[in-house]
């Protein structure tokens, strides 16, 4: 996984429903890192199927920045305000931005859950294409998953862990 400046920190902004995408662009615009985890889904209409990529965790947008002059954000139209916990903005730890990263680039079987306070154990994936990612185990209907904890939104995102992959 690719390592960070130390001194470069991921924040959280909250965005108007269905603005994830104008408000990452936007962001880049302004020259800082976004990142917006989606899903595909496969829609229904009553005369065909279509395919669509959509926030993993809606309204919410992750940024990058090494200094507080993010604030000047806040002039995007559709960015509401900025996460955070008695006036601190929150940071996301840099493993979990990879780790959804990692699920980003692969179509696994994602759910948006609560966030977990218990579970079967933590584990690591030690083989296969979620290798590295460490969370939660927990069998659900015989299958096995992970979830990993995003502690600055109490959400966590869980994952069906592929056939074939390693976990200790």
Known sequence: MERL?????WYVAYTLPKSEK???REIEDYGFESFLPLQKVIRQWS???????VPLIPSYVFFCSNNSS????????????????EGIPA???????QYLRK???KDFKLEVVDYQIKSDGRIKVTYGPLK?????FALRNGKKWITINIDA???AVSIEIPEGAQAK
Request: aromatic share 8%; no cysteine; glycine share 6%.
């Open 103 to 105: 699920l980003n680039l």
């Open 153 to 155: 939104l109490q959400r």
């Open 47 to 53: 005369d065909r199927k279509k395919v669509l990529h």
């Open 5 to 9: 400046d130390s001194s470069r920190k």
């Open 22 to 24: 104008k408000v990452a």
């Open 70 to 85: 993010f604030h000047r954000l806040l002039d995007i139209e559709g960015l509401v305000k900025f996460v955070s916990f």
């Open 91 to 97: 940071t996301i730890p840099d493993r979990e931005i």
């Open 132 to 136: 590295g990612i460490e969370g939660f």
